[in-house]
């Protein structure tokens, strides 16, 4: 093995240690499953922060959006970005404090408890088709994941794309099974500070290998479409497509996904203290913006390389680029490791920062996932009595069935990470988000409404998806849109055709909106 990959492989073992470390540290902390699930609701403002964005920024910020930027140019990804940093802004305005005060006050650790607690569902339906709804959407989002270290490896080491993906799920089932959320959250303030610094030594050797940014915005310019924002660049016909308006909107429509998701919107219930929200919210939304620039500006920058000669991304098959644009930072970190020992340590970081920015999700979804089918299907719905021990153990188990069932469906080497999160960050926005803002903002939303909503959102999901965007034109909408609005819609006239709230839970919401505005 060659020393440029040899001080590489020692930074990311190094990295892995750590991480598995943190993990055994935080093992020490958890008494039960709220603090194994929730962290005891101990979060300080800037771990809450850092592991909320962290845990968002999944695989597609160092491979998805660099890869877009690359392949289409800024228009869909431009697009992407500006909805994802609103969506962000408003979620920690509109929903973390609120969530917060009431998920604590109807003593819930989970997402699926708080739905079926907000609305006394004594039967518990809510509870059972919510932690249905992230066992179906985590499960593929997970394996985005891990496909994400399995491109790792494989282009870095030439290591087999399974094995490699199979040691990555281990490493992270390892730290989070042991450790719980304390070890997820605490693990992915680490892996943000990573994943910046692998951003920042990219963008600047990348910068000077082109040439500097004028050549970099020179190059981009020569392309049809490339830096439009209502044109889109076609890389086989070397020419550029119409953007529309209807594609703008539904591509903005990535913000409304951060309602519904179950890993970032568990953050906004840990943090121990309610007032330091406003902090919390200002970390997160500064370095969400800086970090999607940079993302897209490395996939610019990547283009110029390319032309170049410096590095080489795609293959001979125009089916695989949408894949193949995906590897553009691990073939600029792999140049960077060419020129010494150093830069070479510092590559090994780069690599490390996209195990980050995979693991740091890929951990949160596990945990979800597992607290879903432990907590809420077995314990919840079925009523299944469980000592702390057992229900800890069930947890762990269960943990280790979704990562498996996530390796299955993540084997094709060829899949692309982006597209498999825009599926289920659509279904999570269209099922969870519409039904939170009204558990959250209105009082007279009923459980009927709630439960025909979070099912209407998940079914247009995958029929718009499916049978509707296939007929391209004006239907080529993204699914996240039209199953957002159509589960809001039917969450307000279901709630209004039924029965309203009994008033205990219309007193508790009021108790509620009190100490929102006292605090």
């Known amino acids: 093995m060659k020393s440029n990959l040899i001080c590489m492989l020692i930074t990311i073992i190094v ?3 750590v991480m598995v470390v943190i993990g055994i540290l935080a093992s020490k902390k958890n008494k039960d499953t709220h603090d194994f699930y929730l962290g005891g609701r101990k979060l300080g403002p800037i771990v809450t922060a850092m592991s909320a964005e962290a845990s968002d920024m999944s695989s597609y910020l160092l491979m998805g959006l660099p890869g877009l930027a690359l392949l289409t140019g800024l228009a869909d990804v431009g697009w992407t970005v500006i909805g994802l940093a609103i969506g962000t802004y408003l979620n920690w305005l509109i929903v973390a404090k609120r969530l917060r005060l009431y998920s604590q006050k109807n003593n819930s650790i989970t997402i699926p408890e708080f739905f079926s607690n907000r609305y006394h569902d004594k039967h518990n339906i809510l509870m059972g088709i919510s932690a249905l709804i992230i066992l179906i959407f985590f499960i593929p989002y997970t394996a985005s994941g891990f496909s994400a270290c399995g491109k790792l490896f494989n282009t870095l080491f030439g290591m087999d794309y399974h094995a490699a993906m199979i040691l990555s799920a281990v490493i992270i089932i390892a ?6 959320f304390l070890a997820a959250s605490t693990t992915d303030l680490l892996q943000s500070i990573i994943m910046s610094a692998a951003l920042v030594m990219i963008v600047i050797f990348a910068t000077i290998s082109a040439g500097g940014i004028g050549a970099v915005i020179e190059n981009a310019k020569s392309l049809p479409g490339y830096l439009s924002l209502n044109h889109t660049y076609d890389i086989i016909a070397n020419s550029s497509k119409s953007y529309n308006i209807i594609t703008i909107i539904s591509t903005v429509a990535w913000g409304l996904g951060y309602f519904g998701m179950p890993h970032i919107l568990l953050r906004f219930m840990a943090i121990e203290d309610s007032n330091k929200i406003k902090t919390s919210r200002r970390i997160a939304s500064i370095w969400v913006v800086i970090s999607m620039f940079i993302a897209i500006l490395i996939g610019l920058i990547g283009k110029k390389m390319i032309v170049d000669g410096n590095i080489s991304v795609f293959g001979s098959n125009p089916s695989n680029f949408s894949a193949e644009s995906e590897t553009v930072i691990m073939k600029i970190a792999t140049l960077i490791s060419e020129h010494g020992i150093v830069a070479a340590l510092c590559a090994g970081l780069v690599f490390a920062g996209i195990l980050a920015c995979t693991m740091s999700t890929s951990d949160s979804q596990l945990l ?16 299944i009595k469980m000592s702390p021990k057992v229900s800890m153990l069930t947890a762990r188990g269960i943990l280790l069935i979704i990562a498996a069932l996530s390796i299955v469906i993540a084997w094709n080497p060829e ?7 825009s599926f289920a960050w659509a279904g999570f926005g269209a099922t969870f988000g519409p039904v939170m803002l009204c558990a959250l903002l209105w009082k007279r939303s009923n459980k009927w409404g709630a439960i025909f909503g979070m099912i209407t959102g998940g079914a247009m999901v995958f029929i718009w998806k499916f049978c509707v965007r296939p007929l391209g034109g004006k239907w080529d909408i993204y699914e996240l849109l039209p199953g957002f609005i159509t589960a809001l819609i039917v969450i307000i006239v279901v709630s209004l055709l039924t029965k309203a709230p009994d008033k205990e839970i ?3 919401f009021e108790e509620v909106q009190n100490e929102l505005k006292n605090a």
């Open 368 to 383: 979800a996932a597992s607290s879903s089918m432990s907590e809420n299907i077995l314990q919840g719905v079925f009523k």
């Open 506 to 508: 219309v007193n508790e």
């Open 175 to 180: 730290y989070t099974s042991i450790g719980g």
């Open 15 to 17: 990295y892995l240690v």
């Open 415 to 421: 899949s692309s990470v982006f597209h498999i999160v």
